[in-house]
């Protein structure tokens, strides 16, 4: 899904390669099966980030098979780790024999089981933070998600704008779709109208939200 017009999502999708290697192996296998991974052009934006940030502690939230866990890897120094989290038995496996194929078992922590149970448990500070979950849940996460974030830590959350229905007022959007709709209003609200943040929204894939932290 692009919130773009068709030919200019589709020209700068063709501008833009997969990643290289087994991690390429792996990101086109995943599009090919339709498993839900990041888009290709939110993984070069995500790579922008990270090669300015340099982040050595990485929490993600969502692992899925584990391709944007071994995309970050890759930017990490020696000593960097990624904690991540996911629900799905079936991603988890999948996810471990990723791993072991990109030979990163070492730099990985996987904590299985729900992600709004997990966090407030969770301690440590991390510089980067990757959110690509439960839509509806992102408002819930964000209070533990900012506890977790050192402060100038960048914080990237992926499926924020809805297919764009977020910018349409409730009563148009279909009665199931309408929680969600309102809650990530509710974290669109929170995350541009905090003044201990520094926030940029950008319509590329289902939309992303990068979220700086300026001070506790």
């Not at 063709?14 to 792996?26: A, N, R, S, V």
């Not at 509806?136 to 974030?149: E, N, S």
């Amino acid at each position: 899904m692009s919130l773009v017009e068709n030919y200019l999502a589709e020209y700068i999708e063709d501008m833009q390669p997969l990643c290289k290697g087994k991690l390429g192996e792996i990101q086109a296998d995943a599009y090919e099966k339709g498993l839900p991974i990041i888009p290709n052009e939110v993984v070069k934006l995500m790579g922008f980030v990270l090669g300015i940030h340099k982040p050595v502690n990485v929490l993600e939230i969502g692992m899925a098979v584990g391709f944007s866990s071994g995309f970050i890897s890759e930017f990490l120094p020696e000593e960097g780790h990624i904690t991540t989290i996911d629900r799905y038995p079936m991603m988890i496996e999948q996810a471990k024999i990723n791993f072991r194929l990109l030979g990163i078992e070492d730099k990985v922590t996987i904590l299985e089981g729900d992600a709004n149970k997990i966090l407030p448990e969770l301690k440590g500070e991390f510089d980067f933070v990757f959110m690509d979950a439960a839509k509806g849940q992102y408002i819930y996460m964000l209070p533990h998600v900012l506890r977790l974030t050192r402060k100038g830590g960048v914080i990237m959350v992926d499926d924020v704008l809805q297919e764009g229905r977020v910018a349409q007022g409730y009563t148009e959007i279909p009665r199931r779709q309408r929680t969600i709709h309102k809650r990530l209003n509710e974290f669109l609200h929170e995350i541009t109208h905090n003044e201990k943040l520094r926030t940029s929204i950008l319509s590329i894939g289902d939309g992303v939200a990068l979220i700086e932290k300026l001070e506790d």
